[in-house]
């Protein structure tokens, strides 16, 4: 039970309560998720069964994409419609042009004040934590990338838009600056992501949909551990060395560039290693996934 699986989460669930789900489906005994959603919020969370969580940190650093709605006017604790309201404002009148101009100075590099209502941590204990007992922390401003925002519609006080941004952006954080910069305040009513990383929305499967599968047809849709590092240089080991890789050894090969790379050896993953200059390959993260000769001799 190795690979990632892709989840198109419903609305009103966790990403934990959403991942226990699907790993009782497949009766997994070690899973991850690769960045959560919050409840509000749908669509895609790759699923990581196995020696797949140990790719799992490392999608969390993936670019994502979404679909958001925001509703001018409103400000709650939370930055979206499931908290208490505590601000209202009126509405501004704009244009589609003024608001074209104003989300322009929303992209590339941007500071952002991360949300009480996160998972970030103070001493030690999570920040949503300390904002259910009414307390406030001063937050840094970070600084994240938003590459792209389109403006998908625009309809009274409701803007719906689709944001492709780093890691570590906050899409409630987002709307709520953008909602100040129009001159009013603003919470997310609705909020979908359709990609992360390598991974679409378009190959993602609900709840619902993985239940009525065959356990067969569930484990037809597992993706191999690898393919979130296929940005990575692959290399080639031959027989000896990839037992020297697998023990933990550094070995030399004929191999050009520097850094992280994909080990393989006759096309089965070994694992991630750091190659130098000089063609020394040391194994950095290894995984111990079952050969496709080994499962043929079951």
């Not at 239940?211 to 047809?217: E, L, T």
């Amino acid at each position: 039970m190795d690979g990632i699986v892709l989840l198109d989460k419903g609305q009103g669930v966790s990403s934990n309560q959403a991942l226990q789900a699907v790993r009782r489906l497949f009766n997994a005994n070690k899973a991850g998720h690769t960045g959560a959603l919050d409840p509000l919020a749908t669509g895609l969370l790759p699923l990581c069964f196995g020696e797949a969580t140990k790719v799992s940190g490392l999608m969390l650093d993936d670019d994502k994409r979404y679909q958001v709605t925001f509703r001018l006017g409103i400000m709650t604790d939370t930055g979206d419609a499931e908290g208490q309201v505590i601000k209202t404002m009126m509405v501004p009148e704009f244009d589609q042009a003024s608001l074209q101009h104003c989300l322009s100075q929303f992209t590339g590099d941007i500071l952002q004040v991360p949300p009480m209502y996160s998972a970030l941590k103070f001493q030690g204990r999570k920040l949503y934590e300390l904002a259910r007992e009414g307390k406030t922390i001063d937050r840094a401003a970070r600084q994240v990338r938003i590459d792209h925002i389109e403006l998908l519609g625009f309809s009274g006080a409701d803007i719906t838009l689709d944001v492709a941004c780093s890691k570590g952006t906050y899409i409630r954080s987002l709307a709520e600056d953008i909602g100040h910069a129009l001159g009013s305040c603003a919470t997310v009513t609705a909020l979908r992501r359709i990609s992360a990383g390598l991974f679409s929305i378009e190959h993602a499967h609900t709840m619902e949909q993985l239940k009525a599968m065959s356990d067969a047809q569930r484990l037809a849709l597992m993706i191999a551990v690898d393919t979130p590092l296929a940005d990575l240089p692959a290399v080639e080991v031959r027989n000896g060395d990839a037992l020297k890789i697998q023990q933990g050894q550094q070995v030399m090969i004929e191999a050009s560039g520097t850094g992280r790379v994909r080990i393989y050896c006759h096309q089965h993953f070994l694992g991630l290693g750091e190659l130098s200059l000089n063609g020394k390959l040391a194994p950095k993260k290894l995984f111990n996934l079952k050969a496709a000769d080994d499962a043929s001799s079951e």
